[in-house]
């Protein structure tokens, strides 16, 4: 599975983004799917995730209320709506499809990586 990301830019303090993931050569339509992302000397952290059929999202702390993540079933395709964006979400932000179907709050959980999308938000 080959997954592309795509959406990312650079917006001002207050702005929304929406990321796009959708996969090549096999479809992610049964698949977890999460995104991630890593900013300039952190670590990678998860941001949000989603089982299979949408029933189940999970959100990290600091992005609860402003985020939301979304799948398409049918196309496989993850999106992640980013509303008013702050500096600190500035990142490359990756998106992910899982070892199964489940949720998965864990990296470990996923098999198949994008490339990246770069996040930058001034203020």
């Known amino acids: 599975v080959q997954l592309q990301a795509s959406g990312g830019g650079l917006v001002q303090a207050g702005a929304s983004l929406r990321l796009s993931c959708a996969a090549a050569?096999?479809?992610?339509?049964?698949?977890?799917m999460g995104w991630f992302r890593q900013a300039p000397g952190k670590e990678r952290e998860i941001v949000a995730a989603i089982n299979w059929n949408g029933g189940r999202t999970y959100y990290t702390d600091s992005v609860k209320g402003r985020f939301t993540i979304s799948k398409d079933v049918a196309q496989g395709t993850a999106y992640l709506q980013m509303n008013s964006l702050k500096p600190e979400d500035t990142a490359v932000y990756y998106c992910a499809a899982g070892l199964g179907s489940y949720l998965y709050t864990e990296d470990t959980g996923y098999r198949y990586w994008g490339q990246g999308t770069q996040v930058t938000v001034s203020s």
């Open positions: 050569k096999r479809t992610t339509s049964n698949n977890g």
